[in-house]
């Protein structure tokens, strides 16, 4: 509420005001680095855990695809072949297969990467709106 015996002159009560509203942008601004440490250290955390998992997951990977290939020697085995010759093409199969599939995940997100770059188009559409606002305001 006014005072009506407040004795400050309009420049004082204006300049008080302007300090006020600077503090406050302050206040907030702080406020909103501590929010944004905030929010980045908890992001930090959660890719510490996904990095973690997925360690995990290759490790888990290779476990199973060592088993694939035992899995794999042993059949070749019990076919009648010699256990060096059968687990020696059980690991090459496997590898072979897990490479296989491997160059064409990598090869169609590199096709999909390459068809398309990096682009703006809503940003860009959004300002060339802006621009031709701002051109028909000069007129």
Do not use: C, Y
Not at 33 to 50: H, M, N, P, V, Y
Not at 66 to 76: I, M, T
Not at 81 to 98: I, P, Q
């Amino acid at each position: 509420m006014l005072n009506p015996r407040d004795d400050r002159s309009l420049s004082d009560l204006v300049a008080g005001l302007v300090t006020d509203i600077s503090g406050l942008f302050r206040k907030e601004i702080d406020l909103a680095k501590a929010e944004a440490s905030e929010s980045f250290d908890r992001a930090i955390g959660r890719i510490e855990t996904l990095l973690v998992g997925l360690i995990f997951a290759i490790a888990a990977i290779g476990v199973l695809l060592s088993a694939v290939v035992q899995g794999l020697g042993a059949f070749l085995v019990a076919q009648g072949m010699r256990e060096a010759d059968a687990h020696a093409l059980s690991a090459v199969t496997v590898g072979v297969l897990v490479g296989l599939l491997a160059w064409a995940m990598i090869s169609r997100s590199l096709a999909r990467l390459g068809n398309r770059s990096i682009r703006f188009d809503k940003t860009t559409a959004s300002l060339q709106r802006d621009l031709d606002v701002a051109k028909e305001a000069v007129r």
